[in-house]
Structures are given as structure tokens and as C-alpha cells.
């Protein structure tokens, strides 16, 4: 997009008014213009003062609050001109505050750029002190005004507060600019984030960094995002997650490790998915994934507490409770639970045998693939007919082998691992187990990946010989959990599209 060789009315016209202002002797682009406060902190601070009153306390709260001498800055939002006087309103992205300019009371030069050259979403600064208006309203009465920038192009006509979604999301900046709740979205996330940092170090964790470009595409099941160093003359992998590398040190010795950093996969778009997401993983070692499941429960009430004041959320139209103990259901339990036609419920003996699991899922129109392992097809099936239900968190548990690689099985059934998955509001939050640890098993699983790959999966495992190494010099028993951040500020904000939730989402390019 060109800015100036637009043929656009507004945007010759907001270009002349900025000659204009040059000629009048305003810098162009100032360096700085020094605050004595915010405007967030003034509504803040001095928002009592509104409101309507009689004339003599709106006297006497007036030579209070003429004493409070202020210089603020902000993007122009509104202005209404009354022959020799106006009000306009700043924002500095959060609050709101107007402002109130007379012509005897600023330069002639002042005066004709507030009256003529300014253009709504331009940023100027003013000095002046406080003052509340007949009708309420807290005002700064203006005695110096200050040009700091323009905005060559003017707002969507229209725009009601931005409400053409795709619009939003390829133009966050103009989307925080005239839609404060979507500024809250984003200060929510920030605090979600800041209080997971301090639960976790709280409890000795140390948050380390792993690579984002690795040599092989590994540590979760999903498809990578390819690029070749040149100076190495190597292939490396955007990285589906930092799984084996975390693990690798608690291999070295740090017992308790976690990370907050993207993860990316080449997968399609959804109101779910991103290519690039935040994930928060962490491992424990002398650990069970039971001890994971109390701690994760322990982690998000205070999280949700913290950051919502309470424990009662509302997501999609739906209330959901995070208090203590949360229901824990297994993989086969719930597929059974949750089977569309109550009267012929199968058996788990109907589910394990792979004829009668095929049937069963073409018989609630399940995509199958019957060449896939059994188990794989039973968290297809579980995807397909539970997990919408699972609104209040759950703790979906006992996950067949076959389809968690890295986990360590069941002590009595060799077919399931000791894993689970927590739901709420019909979305998968958080995947945790026991890590595998022994290296010659963990071997066997990388091959079964690896002949998984060779018959076209493309998000099958790739084999880690060094992370097999690293297993051979010991790793204690551990526990590991994976916290999709996004979707986790989804549920505490109400936001149906993890796109809502992202700063800048991948979109396709502009027509």
C-alpha cells in the first residue's frame, strides 16, 4: 500500500494540512514531549471529580482541582468545534480524556491547528490544568498545545468501532486504536503470562530457552516448517515443541525446568490453530503425571483467581466453574459417556478390536482410516464425539500407546500410557505423562514413527538418536506437561478464535 499516491481525498487533504502545519512553524516530527502523567493515570487518579453536581460543589472542586497543573499526550479521538472555543478527546490507548482549547488562551498558531490542521488520530500534547465541565466531564483547560504527529491516513469510513473482523486482524494497530476491549484482551494475556512466571519460580522452577530451529523435526506430532542454513549447509526445523530438549535437561540435572516460547506446525488455519503459538511446557523430576494434575489444577485456579477475581468464567455462553477437584474421566470412559445414541453404547471390548472400531466410527460418520493403529483411531474417536462436551475441566486420562510415543505405559495394560489431556469449554488446554525413560523401548517407539512416516504421515515422529543418548546416562523419573497459552486466554477472555487472542495472526496475503 502506498501512502501518498493514493487518489484519495482524505489522504491529499490530511498530507496539505501537514504542509501547512510545517509552515506554521510546528516541528514536524518531534523527539519527545515530557509528561507529568498519563492519561490512564489522571482518570485514574482524578475520575472521582466527574459527575454531576450542584453548582456550588462543582465551584469548590474546581479550585481544587485547578491547582493540578498537567501535561499529557495523546491521539486525537474526537473534536467539536464552537466558534472561538473546542473540546476534543485523547487517548494513550487505554482511557479517554477531553480537552478544552479557547482561541484567547493558546497562540494564534495554536489556535488555527487545533481549528483547521488537525485531523482525527492525530497525536498531540498539551499543557494545562484540571477542570470539570457543566455536564461532569473531567477536562484539561488547555494553555499550550503541542503537534507531535500526523496520521496521513484517515480511519475505515464507518468503522463502528471495527467490527470487520478480517480488518482487525490484519490491522491491529488500528484495531487497539479504536477498540478498547481488544486492548484488554492483550493486557489480560500479559497478566495471564505474568502470573504463570511467578507461580513457577515461586516453586523453584527455572525457566530456560531452547532452540527454535532444530536439526530435526521432533518432540510432538505434527508437521514441520522447513528452511536450510547456508553457512552449515543443513536443513533445520522450526520447532513442533521443546519436548526433548527440556528433557534433556533434566537429564543434566535441572530437576524442575519450564518455558514460555512458540512452537510452530505447517497446519492449516482454524478458529483453534495458529501456525505459530505460545506453549508453556514444564518437567518435574521424582514426579507422577498424578502429581502434574494436582499442580495443574493448583496453577490455574490461582492463575483464573488472579487474573479474573474469581473462579466462575464465562466462555461462549457458558459458565464455567474452576474450583476443586476437577472430574477425571478415562479415554474409553468418555468415548462411551459421550456416544450419540445412548441405547447402543459400545463396549470397551467393541473399541480395542480394530473391525468393530472401524464400524463404529463410520457409524457416527468419523473419518477412518483403517490402515492407522487402533489406538490412534480411539483419540479420533474420542476427538470426534467427547470432546465438544467437555465444557467444565476434565482431566481425560489412560491414552492408548499407540498414539503418545513418549509416555511411559501403564504397569498393567501395555496398550495404555500414563497421560492426560484437560479440557475446558470443549477445548483441549493442556496434554501431560510420565516420561519414557528408557532409552531401548524409546528407541522402538522412534521406529514405529519413523515406519508411520514411511507410509505418508507426514506428522509422524522423526528418530532423535541423541535424545536416545541422553536417555542412556539416565533420566529419573518425570513427569511433563505442554499449557497452550492462546487458547488458555481464549477461555479467560471469551474469545471464540485463537486469532482474537494473537497480536498479529497469520492471515493470507492482501488481494
Known sequence: ?????????????????????????????????????????????????AGQRSPEEMERLNQELNRVEVRIAGRMMT????????????????????????????????????????????????????????????????????FLAKAFLPWPEKWHGLQDVELRHRLRYLDLMVNRDSRQVFVKRSRIIRAIRSFFDQRGYIEVETPMLTPIATGAAARPFKTHHNALDIDLYARIAPELYLKRLVVGGFEKVYELNRNFRNEGLSHRHNPEFTMLEFYQAYSSYEDLMDLTEELLVRVVEEVNGSLDVVYDGQRIRFERPWRRLALIEA???????????????????????????KSVECAVD?????????????????????????????????ASPLAK?????????????????????????????DP???????????????????????????????????LPPTAGEGLGIDRLVMILTDQKSIRDVILFPHMRPEA
Open 370 to 402: 483403517p490402515q492407522a493403529p487402533v489406538g490412534q483411531r480411539l483419540v479420533k474417536l474420542f476427538e470426534h464425539v467427547a470432546e465438544r462436551h467437555l465444557v467444565q475441566p476434565t482431566f481425560i486420562t489412560e491414552f492408548p500407546t499407540e
Open 79 to 146: 473534536q467539536r468545534l464552537m466558534g472561538k472555543a473546542g473540546f476534543a478527546h485523547l487517548s494513550d490507548g487505554d482511557r479517554r480524556l477531553q480537552i478544552y482549547v479557547r482561541s484567547n488562551e493558546v497562540s494564534e498558531r495554536e489556535w488555527v491547528l487545533f481549528k483547521k490542521l488537525l485531523d482525527l488520530g492525530d497525536i498531540i500534547g498539551v499543557e494545562g490544568y484540571l477542570f470539570v465541565t457543566r455536564t461532569g466531564e473531567l477536562s484539561v483547560h488547555v494553555r499550550r498545545l503541542v
Open 1 to 49: 500500500m502506498k501512502l501518498f499516491d493514493e487518489e484519495n481525498e482524505l489522504v491529499i487533504q490530511r498530507r496539505k494540512n501537514f504542509q501547512e502545519i510545517i509552515e506554521l512553524g510546528f516541528e514536524p516530527f518531534p523527539h519527545k514531549f515530557d509528561r507529568t502523567h498519563t492519561i490512564t493515570e489522571i482518570v485514574q487518579q482524578y475520575g472521582h471529580y
Open 335 to 361: 468415548i462411551i459417556t459421550y456416544w450419540p445414541h445412548p441405547t447402543a453404547r459400545p463396549s470397551p471390548e467393541d473399541l480395542w478390536d480394530s473391525e468393530r472400531l472401524t464400524a463404529l466410527m
Open 409 to 437: 505405559q501403564s504397569e498393567t495394560d501395555p496398550r495404555l500410557v500414563h497421560r492426560f489431556e484437560l479440557y475446558v469449554g470443549g477445548l483441549e488446554l493442556a496434554n501431560a505423562f510420565c516420561e519414557l525413560n
Open 440 to 474: 531401548e523401548e524409546q528407541r522402538r517407539r522412534f521406529e514405529e514413527q519413523m515406519q508411520l512416516r514411511q507410509r505418508g504421515d507426514e506428522e509422524a515422529m522423526m528418530m532423535d538418536e541423541d535424545y536416545v543418548r541422553a536417555l542412556g546416562y539416565g
